[in-house]
């Protein structure tokens, strides 16, 4: 008995010498083993000087504030550069020693990666007849769906989901049905109107009601809607003939220079303010500025002209510096300006126009870059499309 107690207590003996042999040669959390040596980690907010050698340590030295940074798992590397966020894009959190800049980009935007660079791109806008199942943001893109049977979408949107179609109850019927691309229109029918307003027999009427009829014909009814719709539209056509009168009317009382504008070349091609009746009203990323619809162009200057208390007044002169212009020609727009008039952005404009490289791309992008958000959505509204391989980049000067 006494021999076996000995073998139980040599044997606990040996376990305990081997435990603290091996706790003795363990390093700290704050260290690394490297060959059989515990070398001292960098901690976050420092980097890797000189490394751990058999005579020497690792040498550390703190980072640059809000230039350089190191996290935790960066002990044994030097200091790494602070993030610079990308055009269309703001600070979310600034960069300090310890952690890398957050970015986030605009509104409208998605951070993009192209061979390893984050950008931020122009967030695509579903068409007509499809609606947004995952709205744009953070790396991802807008994702469209067409829209199924029994709902619709009738405008490009990069937030807007289809809509159910509107069903006719009651005594309603369908003008018009719906589809992808449109809602129904249901209009109601008299009590006393029949519901089936052709029959290959006499059928029996209520009290008496067009005892001498046979059949009642719904075309009258149809004529008279029509009718209701020429009259609307002739409305329309008239009111919008009379504010364009009124608007032209307007700038020769005030700017006698725009008449230039939009009279030179005797109706050809005359840069910015100069397009035909033909003119399509819809445009792409990819439409050159001298191509935008008349109202659009004069809704952007008006946009562009407006007073900003938080931007300079020669803001204008950011634009043109965004757009490719240098000083020279920037003081050659300023100079051919009127006396006494509004910042020379139709000038500008008409000279930019001139180059086949003036996209509406290019210019939602310059005018974001200036802090011209405002104006750059003025052109984003009525985007007709934006297809899923265009590179929004191309349309940069």
Known sequence: MRSDGMIVGWIAAGFLMLA??????????????????????????????SVCSA????????????????????HDVPCRQCTDCPAQSHIATSCNRT???????????????????????VCELCPVGMGVISTCGDGMNTECLECPNGTYSDISSSIATCTPCTQCTGSQRALQSCDSTRDAICFDIPKN???????TEPTALEAGDY??????????????????VVVGLLGYVVFTHYRRMKEKQKHKGHEPHEEVEYSKASGG??????????????????????????MKKKELEKNLIAFKTDLPVDNWRSLARELGFNEERIASIEARAPPDSS????GLLHEWSKSHKATVGKLIRALRTVGRADAAK??????????PGNDVTSHIV
Do not use: W
């Open 378 to 387: 003025c052109l984003q509204a009525d985007l007709s499309e934006i297809n």
């Open 20 to 49: 603290v042999q091996q706790g003795e040669s363990s390093c700290s959390d704050k260290e690394y083993e490297l060959e059989n040596k515990c070398c001292s980690k960098c901690d976050p907010g420092t980097g890797l000087v």
């Open 55 to 74: 005579a020497n340590d690792t040498a550390c030295f703190p980072c640059v504030d809000k230039k350089t940074f190191s996290s935790s798992i960066y």
């Open 193 to 199: 109107f029949p519901s089936k307003t052709m029959t």
């Open 99 to 121: 952690h890398d800049t957050v970015c986030q980009c605009d509104m409208g935007f998605y951070f993009s990666l192209d061979g390893g660079d984050i950008e931020c791109l």
């Open 269 to 294: 091609d005359s840069g910015v303010y100069m397009e035909s009746e033909l003119t399509l009203k819809t445009y792409t990323l990819s439409t050159r500025i001298k191509d935008l619809p008349q």
């Open 343 to 346: 910042p020379p952005v139709r």
């Open 211 to 228: 005892e001498d009829s046979d059949e009642i014909d719904i075309i009258p009814l149809y004529c008279a809607l029509l009718g209701a």
